[in-house]
């Protein structure tokens, strides 16, 4: 196995990132393209899970504009995660990486229980493992999941796949002049308010110092290069 910084990571991603023309469904394609980035990391020896969003198929803010209970509107989210997640697995186990499918709450006709004991066996064997339904309970993003889930299963870094290479100081397709960020420490990422990710997620990362890395997804290699020792995106730390 090559040398690599990090041999446990979580992933954290949007369901964007599988979304069909339009930002929406879910596009065999793009779930390749996916996998492949996947796949790259993991054949590196580097023991991968990752936390699905759900955002190509239901916003909970969708439902309670229209009217919806906020608890109904988010567990329609939780149930759309695992439509993503078992998309992915397809064909992840398609191209040789032998997937696991756990959820926060049950449904074991088709995927495991999240059990972290479990969770941490599968990656030790070689699995990737991908979380799905948030944490099992309405009001908190599918962020403070992926926080959640690295803490609990020992990752080395949270990892936000994003389609924007850094945090920037301001939005960088509104203002051409907008800075990138290499280093942000928790506190700073909280007092200015930025949107890259949830506070509630970032606040938990502060209290049990797990770095967190902000890049690219689909800037090529970025996140093997990541892995292998490289600065890419940006990273919040203490």
């Not at 596009?27 to 955002?55: I, N, S, T, Y």
Request: proline share 3%; charged share 25%; net charge neutral.
């Amino acid at each position: 196995m090559p040398d690599v910084r990090y041999k446990r990571i979580l992933l954290k991603m949007g369901g964007e990132a599988l979304a069909g023309q339009g930002g929406f469904g879910i596009d065999p394609q793009r779930a390749d393209e996916v996998a492949q980035v996947v796949k790259d990391v993991h054949d590196l020896g580097v023991q991968v899970a990752l936390v699905m969003g759900a955002g190509n198929l239901w916003r909970g803010s969708m439902g309670t504009q229209a009217g919806m209970e906020r608890s109904t509107a988010d567990h329609i989210g939780m149930v759309a995660t695992v439509m993503n997640a078992l998309a992915l697995k397809d064909v992840l186990e398609r191209a040789g990486v032998v997937t696991r499918v756990q959820t926060a709450f049950e449904m074991r006709t088709i995927a495991e229980p999240y059990i972290r004991l479990r969770a941490i066996r599968h990656m030790d064997k070689g699995r990737v493992v991908i979380i799905a339904g948030g944490t099992g309970n309405p009001y908190f993003t599918t962020d403070s999941a992926g926080a959640l889930r690295a803490m609990e299963l020992n990752a080395e870094v949270l990892i936000k796949a994003t389609k924007v290479d850094a945090i920037y100081d301001d939005d960088p397709y509104k203002n051409p002049d907008a800075k990138p960020f290499e280093r942000i420490s928790y506190l700073e990422f909280l007092s200015m308010r930025l949107r890259v990710l949830d506070t509630t997620a970032v606040s938990l990362c502060m209290e049990n110092n797990m770095p967190i890395v902000v890049l690219d997804f689909w800037q090529k290699d970025s996140v093997k290069r990541l892995v292998m020792g490289e600065s890419v995106g940006t990273t919040i730390s203490a």
